[in-house]
């Protein structure tokens, strides 16, 4: 089924170790976001990229980055973990910038 | 910065309502709006996507409506059931950010 695969669906993690959630899209989409969604505070932008090759920094990119090598996979990755990183979090693409959003199933993350 | 609000937070009504759920945003300058639904524990499942130049959109028993100048969208349910019960969430595409801002979302139970 084409979509999105996220990879862990769910991570306990010590605080201070460090962690790579995967996201893996076979649309061929041009953009992909990370988001995380927490109770309250809703879904935030933690980075995007607009093209294979590029990235930029959302509303919430401290803690957090990513890599864009190619147009399908766009790895999310915490140096040292902290438990305010603990979140659920969303990849989504779009065919381009001003297109509508698909998301995968989630990675729900525990940092203890 | 554009901030989207979705009121109400919850909503309980029995099945055969019709129901309306709304959302706003304060930056008219948008290029898309995009109703999602989430069931518990799962992703974001696209709904209906309105562009910046249309109206509305309808897909089986949804409609929704877009009115830029108000800062306003409306999900419209029809005949509700119990397998609409999930949380709503808008996502609001601002074309000075070139992103999507996201609601926090309406909870919706249908009550058999």
């Known amino acids: 089924t084409a979509g999105i695969t996220q990879a862990p669906t769910s991570q306990i993690l010590a605080a201070g170790r460090s962690m790579t959630l995967r996201c893996t899209q076979d649309?061929?989409?041009?953009?992909m976001y990370w988001y995380r969604q927490d109770l309250g505070l809703g879904l935030r932008l933690i980075h995007y990229?607009?093209?294979?090759?590029?990235?930029g920094k959302g509303e919430v990119p401290d803690g957090y980055s990513v890599s864009r090598a190619n147009t399908d996979d766009f790895p999310l990755t915490l140096a040292s973990a902290v438990p305010s990183q603990t979140s659920v979090y969303f990849c989504?693409?779009?065919?381009?910038?001003?297109?509508?959003?698909?998301f995968g199933n989630g990675t729900r993350l525990t940092v203890t | 910065k554009q901030e989207v609000t979705q009121i109400p937070a919850a909503l309980s009504v029995p099945e055969g309502e019709n129901l309306v759920l709304n959302c706003s945003f304060t930056d008219s300058a948008i290029y898309n709006l995009q109703w999602f639904r989430q069931d518990p524990g799962k992703g974001l499942t696209s709904l209906l996507l309105?562009?910046?130049?249309?109206r509305e959109q309808t897909s089986g028993r949804l409609n929704a409506s877009l009115d830029k100048s108000s800062g306003r969208s409306t999900l419209y349910i029809a005949a509700s059931q119990p397998g609409d019960s999930a949380t709503y969430l808008c996502?609001?595409?601002?074309?000075?950010?070139?992103?999507?801002?996201f609601g926090d979302g309406t909870t919706l139970t249908v009550k058999p």
């Open positions: 996502a609001v595409g601002d074309t000075n950010a070139g992103k999507s801002t």
């Open positions: 990229s607009n093209t294979a090759g590029t990235t």
């Open positions: 649309m061929r989409h041009n953009a």
């Open positions: 309105i562009q910046s130049s249309q």
């Open positions: 989504a693409s779009s065919p381009g910038q001003y297109s509508p959003l698909h």
